[in-house]
C-alpha cells in the first residue's frame, strides 16, 4: 500500500469514527469532538516542533496552553472601572518596580567583575527591589480585589475583539517561552523537562492565586464569542424558518450551528498553522533543525549556534501551544484555572505526538483527533462494556462493584494500551518521519 493512500485511510478511519458518533449518538456530541479535536491537533503540531524538530524535551506544555487562556482575558473582557481607580496604577508601578530590579540585577552582572562584590551588589539589589516591589503592589492589589469580589474583582481587559486573543495567546506564550529559554535550553534534555514542569505549575499557581490578575479559582464567565450565540439565532426568525425547513428542532439547530462555526474557524486556523509548519520542515531552517536533532556535536563543529536555534524552535513551538490554549478558552467561555492539569495538558498532547508520529506534522494532526477521540469516548464505551460484562452478576456481587467502579481509569488504561501497543509494532508512530 503507497504511503498516500495508507494516510489517507488513516484519516478516513478518524473521521468515520467522528461521523459514527453522530449517527449512534448526537451530532452535539461529534461536533464536540470533532472541535476540541481541532484544537489538540493543534496543540500536538506546537510539540512536535520542539521535540520532533529539535528534540527538546518540553513537559510544561500546560503553562503555555494557560497564557493563552489567559491572554483571551486580558484581551477581551472589558476593563472593570472601579478596580482600575481603586488600585491598577499601583498594580501596574508595583510590577514596572520589579521588572527594574530584575532589569539593574543583570546589568550589575554583566558591567562588574566577577567577585565578592558583583555577588553583594546582585543580591542587596534583588533584596530592596523585592522589599519595594511588595510595598507598592500589595496595597494595589488588595484594593483592587475587594471591588464587588463576588463578581469581579479583577482589572478586567482590555475589551477588544476575542478573535485578537488568539494571536496575543501566541505571543504571552513565546515571551514566556523566551525568558524560559534564556535560563533553562543550556540543561540536559532530563533537566530541561524538570525545569519545564516545574515552571508551567508555577504559572498555574499564579493564575489560582493572583485575583486581581482573572479571578483565580473564581474563574472568568460571559467570555465574549466569535460566533452568534444559540439565543440571538433562536429569535430570528429567518434561522427557525431555515431550521423547520430542514425538519430540525430551532434550539438543535442553533447549537449545531454555533459548533458548526467555530469548527469553520478552528479549521482555517490549523490549515494555516499546518502549511507554515510544513514549510518549516522542508526548508533548510527545518533540515538544520533535524541535524542539530540528530547530531549536537556535529551541527557544533559545523558552526552553528544550537543554543539559539533550540530557543528559536522553542519560542515558535510554545507560541503555537498558546494559540490552541486562546482557542480552547474561547470555545468553553469561560477561564478556569484549577482545570489545568498535566494529564490533560501535557501528558495527553505527548501521547498525541508520539502516536501520530515524532517529527511527521501529518501524523500529529492524526494523533491530535484519534487520541481525543478515545479520551473522550473511551469512559462511556467502558461503562457499557462492563455493564455487558457484569449483568450476569449479583448485584451484591462485589466483584461487580469494583468492575463498575473502576470505569473512570477507563481512560488512563486505555491511552496506555494504546502508546503500548503503537511503540510495540510502529515504534516512529502511524504516520512516521520521512
Same mark, same amino acid.
Given at each position: 500500500?503507497?504511503?498516500?493512500?495508507?494516510?489517507?485511510?488513516?484519516?478516513?478511519?478518524?473521521?468515520?469514527?467522528?461521523?459514527?458518533?453522530?449517527?449512534?449518538?448526537?451530532?452535539?456530541?461529534?461536533?464536540?469532538?470533532?472541535?476540541?479535536?481541532?484544537?489538540?491537533?493543534?496543540?500536538? /503540531?506546537?510539540?512536535?516542533?520542539?521535540?520532533?524538530?529539535?528534540?527538546?524535551?518540553?513537559?510544561?506544555?500546560?503553562?503555555?496552553?494557560?497564557?493563552?487562556?489567559?491572554?483571551?482575558?486580558?484581551?477581551?473582557? @472589558?476593563?472593570?472601572?472601579?478596580?482600575?481607580?481603586?488600585?491598577?496604577?499601583?498594580?501596574?508601578? %508595583?510590577?514596572?518596580?520589579?521588572? !527594574?530590579? &530584575?532589569?539593574?540585577?543583570?546589568?550589575?552582572?554583566?558591567?562588574?567583575? =566577577?567577585?565578592?562584590?558583583?555577588?553583594?551588589?546582585?543580591?542587596? &539589589?534583588? $533584596?530592596?527591589?523585592?522589599?519595594?516591589?511588595?510595598?507598592?503592589?500589595?496595597?494595589?492589589?488588595?484594593?483592587?480585589?475587594?471591588?464587588?469580589?463576588?463578581?469581579?474583582?479583577?482589572?478586567?481587559?482590555?475589551?477588544?475583539?476575542?478573535?485578537?486573543?488568539?494571536?496575543?495567546?501566541?505571543?504571552?506564550?513565546?515571551?514566556?517561552?523566551?525568558? $524560559?529559554?534564556?535560563?533553562? *535550553?543550556?540543561?540536559?534534555?532530563? +533537566?530541561?523537562?524538570?525545569?519545564?514542569?516545574?515552571?508551567?505549575?508555577?504559572? $498555574?499557581?499564579?493564575?489560582?492565586?493572583?485575583?486581581?490578575?482573572?479571578?483565580?479559582?473564581?474563574?472568568?464567565? %460571559?467570555?465574549?464569542? =466569535?460566533?452568534? +450565540?444559540?439565543?440571538? *439565532?433562536?429569535?430570528?426568525?429567518?434561522?427557525?424558518?431555515?431550521?423547520?425547513?430542514?425538519?430540525?428542532?430551532?434550539?438543535?439547530?442553533?447549537?449545531?450551528?454555533?459548533?458548526?462555526? +467555530? %469548527?469553520?474557524?478552528?479549521?482555517?486556523?490549523?490549515?494555516?498553522?499546518?502549511?507554515?509548519?510544513?514549510?518549516?520542515?522542508?526548508?533548510?531552517?527545518?533540515?538544520?533543525?533535524?541535524?542539530?536533532?540528530?547530531?549536537?556535536?556535529?551541527?557544533?563543529?559545523?558552526?552553528?549556534?544550537?543554543?539559539?536555534?533550540?530557543?528559536?524552535?522553542?519560542?515558535?513551538?510554545?507560541? !503555537?501551544?498558546?494559540?490552541?490554549?486562546?482557542?480552547?478558552?474561547?470555545?468553553?467561555?469561560?477561564?478556569?484555572?484549577?482545570?489545568?492539569? =498535566?494529564?490533560? +495538558?501535557?501528558?495527553?498532547?505527548? !501521547?498525541?505526538?508520539?502516536?501520530?508520529?515524532?517529527?511527521?506534522?501529518?501524523?500529529?494532526?492524526?494523533?491530535?483527533?484519534?487520541?481525543?477521540?478515545?479520551?473522550?469516548?473511551?469512559? @462511556?464505551?467502558?461503562?457499557?462494556?462492563?455493564?455487558?460484562?457484569?449483568?450476569?452478576?449479583?448485584?451484591?456481587?462485589? /466483584?461487580?462493584?469494583?468492575?463498575?467502579?473502576?470505569?473512570?481509569?477507563?481512560?488512563?488504561?486505555?491511552?496506555?494500551?494504546?502508546? /503500548?501497543?503503537?511503540?510495540?509494532?510502529?515504534?516512529?508512530?502511524?504516520? @512516521?518521519?520521512?
Amino acid at each position: 500500500m503507497s504511503e498516500p493512500v495508507r494516510n489517507a485511510g488513516l484519516f478516513g478511519i478518524v473521521a468515520l469514527l467522528i461521523l459514527g458518533t453522530g449517527v449512534l449518538q448526537s451530532w452535539n456530541s461529534a461536533l464536540f469532538i470533532l472541535n476540541f479535536g481541532l484544537v489538540s491537533a493543534i496543540m500536538a /503540531l506546537g510539540v512536535n516542533l520542539q521535540w520532533g524538530f529539535a528534540g527538546l524535551f518540553n513537559v510544561g506544555v500546560m503553562g503555555f496552553v494557560a497564557l493563552g487562556g489567559l491572554a483571551s482575558v486580558l484581551v477581551s473582557m @472589558p476593563p472593570v472601572g472601579a478596580a482600575w481607580s481603586a488600585g491598577g496604577l499601583r498594580i501596574l508601578a %508595583g510590577l514596572a518596580l520589579g521588572a !527594574v530590579s &530584575i532589569a539593574a540585577a543583570i546589568a550589575a552582572w554583566r558591567l562588574l567583575a =566577577p567577585g565578592r562584590v558583583r555577588a553583594v551588589a546582585m543580591v542587596a &539589589i534583588l $533584596i530592596l527591589g523585592f522589599v519595594l516591589f511588595r510595598a507598592v503592589l500589595d496595597p494595589g492589589v488588595a484594593a483592587v480585589e475587594s471591588v464587588d469580589a463576588s463578581t469581579t474583582g479583577y482589572l478586567g481587559g482590555l475589551g477588544l475583539p476575542i478573535l485578537l486573543a488568539w494571536p496575543a495567546g501566541g505571543l504571552l506564550a513565546a515571551g514566556a517561552a523566551w525568558v $524560559i529559554g534564556k535560563t533553562a *535550553l543550556g540543561l540536559r534534555s532530563d +533537566y530541561l523537562a524538570i525545569a519545564t514542569l516545574g515552571i508551567a505549575e508555577i504559572v $498555574i499557581a499564579v493564575m489560582k492565586n493572583e485575583d486581581w490578575l482573572a479571578r483565580g479559582v473564581k474563574n472568568v464567565i %460571559g467570555l465574549p464569542r =466569535p460566533v452568534p +450565540y444559540e439565543i440571538d *439565532l433562536q429569535r430570528s426568525s429567518a434561522f427557525v424558518e431555515r431550521a423547520d425547513a430542514l425538519g430540525i428542532d430551532p434550539v438543535t439547530a442553533s447549537g449545531l450551528w454555533v459548533k458548526l462555526l +467555530y %469548527g469553520g474557524l478552528f479549521a482555517v486556523v490549523l490549515a494555516i498553522v499546518f502549511v507554515l509548519a510544513q514549510l518549516a520542515l522542508h526548508s533548510p531552517w527545518g533540515r538544520m533543525m533535524r541535524a542539530i536533532r540528530d547530531n549536537e556535536v556535529a551541527a557544533r563543529a559545523m558552526g552553528k549556534d544550537v543554543t539559539r536555534r533550540h530557543l528559536q524552535v522553542f519560542v515558535l513551538g510554545s507560541a !503555537v501551544c498558546g494559540l490552541a490554549g486562546a482557542m480552547m478558552t474561547t470555545l468553553d467561555g469561560q477561564l478556569t484555572p484549577t482545570t489545568y492539569q =498535566p494529564l490533560r +495538558y501535557t501528558f495527553l498532547i505527548w !501521547v498525541m505526538v508520539i502516536v501520530g508520529g515524532s517529527g511527521s506534522n501529518l501524523g500529529a494532526v492524526l494523533g491530535g483527533f484519534l487520541i481525543w477521540f478515545l479520551w473522550v469516548q473511551v469512559e @462511556p464505551l467502558g461503562q457499557l462494556v462492563m455493564s455487558l460484562a457484569t449483568s450476569g452478576m449479583s448485584d451484591a456481587s462485589p /466483584l461487580k462493584s469494583h468492575l463498575l467502579d473502576s470505569v473512570a481509569h477507563m481512560r488512563l488504561l486505555t491511552m496506555g494500551v494504546v502508546l /503500548l501497543l503503537v511503540l510495540r509494532f510502529s515504534p516512529r508512530g502511524l504516520i @512516521p518521519e520521512k
